[in-house]
């Protein structure tokens, strides 16, 4: 598909999202520190997955990967990453071996929990985890092609949402490590607190989704509510299974909802024609 050719419009609520996309380009461009943490935040969340899982599988112990569950929402966050040089073969192939690099870690802790719930005749979470590998294939496969065609995010991470975001995961941090230290609980999901502040970050974008964005973030709010509550409820009482499955799938399915709406706001590139062009 090429990319879109337009007359500069005159309307004044246009410029001003056109006038947006330009500052928040042009401040991530220019912000170094951003674009280096956006490059490695990815990369962070998929190792720390990857060795959250590992330690599960070699010590089954209540805490099962809570640090990953925090830093997990970066992983979402990789189709803000704009790796690019002088040389575009050079681009493509950064892009393609950073996608990849996250894709092995991200792939591996998946077989890695797979297995973990293989040890413990799990049936219901081993199909979760080989949904999740294929789930996480089709989206970072995607985001990897959009960016290599150049199709811009509508969706922008600027340094003040971006501290906004960890802020926010450090108060949920300070909050839950005192819980799981003194109570005997067992957190089986991976993304949920991830999840739970990355709708409210899109929703801030919300008066400029289509139909269908809208409709996959409604579906992402209610799939996720739906998993907290019944994760809670499973902290209550260790006996209600039913709640743990629950929340485990509506985990899953808030995943794929979020995954639409990331790819989904992508949009082709648009070039800006000169005004006395026809």
Known sequence: MHPLSILPSRSGSNSFFVHSD??????FKSDTFLRVAMSLLPITAVVSYQIDAIWQLQFRNMYAGLCSTILHIFYFLQFYTHLKYKSKTMTYIYTYLYHILIWIFKTGGNIIYFLYHHHEKNIFHQCIFALRTIQDTIFISFICIYKIRSY???????HKALFSVISRLEIILAILVPIFAQENLVKKTVANISLFILYDFFSVYYHLFTLRLKWALWLFVVFITISVVNEWLYFVNHQ???????????????ECACCLVIIWQFKLPIIILPSDQT
């Open 240 to 254: 209600w299974y039913l709640c743990d499955q629950i929340s485990t799938g509506f985990e899953f399915l808030a």
């Open 152 to 158: 811009d995010p509508l969706i922008c991470v600027q």
């Open 22 to 27: 330009e500052v928040a380009s042009y401040e």
